[in-house]
Nanobody, 126 residues
Framework: QVQLVESGGGLAQAGGSLRLSCAAS????????MGWFRQAPGKEREFAAA????????DYADSVKGRFTISRDDAKNTVYLQMNSLRPEDTAVYYC???????????????????WGQGTQVTVSS
């Protein structure tokens, strides 16, 4: 079983930056596509960013494109989400997850992710 622990969340001002980390244990994540999702208060979980298993392809939700960057360091068994130009609407609990398929373009579907972290809170003040 893969265990994922997110960290790096906290309070930021609008226009500021945060860097989230997702540390994996139990087994290597080098063979897994990875994703970041977020859930705002009173809303359903939504896709934010994804990276393929080899790290050479990324994609983003329109709401974060150009502001967030997903990356992975398989030597550290860790995935990152660099969040720049933060907005109050980015306030949410952020989760990382492993996708159980290495192919296909439906990476934005949360049902295709097998293991999830506990989440880290990001709060952006206006």
């Amino acid at each position: 079983q893969v265990q994922l622990v997110e960290s790096g969340g906290g309070l930021a001002q609008a226009g500021g930056s945060l860097r989230l980390s997702c540390a994996a244990s139990g087994r290597t994540i080098s063979n897994y596509p990875m994703g970041w999702f977020r859930q705002a208060p009173g809303k359903e979980r939504e896709f934010a960013a994804a990276i393929n298993w080899s790290g050479d392809t990324t994609d983003y939700a329109d709401s974060v494109k150009g502001r967030f960057t997903i990356s992975r360091d398989d030597a550290k068994n860790t995935v990152y989400l660099q969040m720049n130009s933060l907005r109050p609407e980015d306030t949410a609990v952020y989760y990382c997850a492993t996708r159980h398929l290495r192919y296909g373009t439906t990476y934005y579907l949360s049902v295709q992710y097998a293991y999830w972290g506990q989440g880290t809170q990001v709060t952006v003040s206006s």
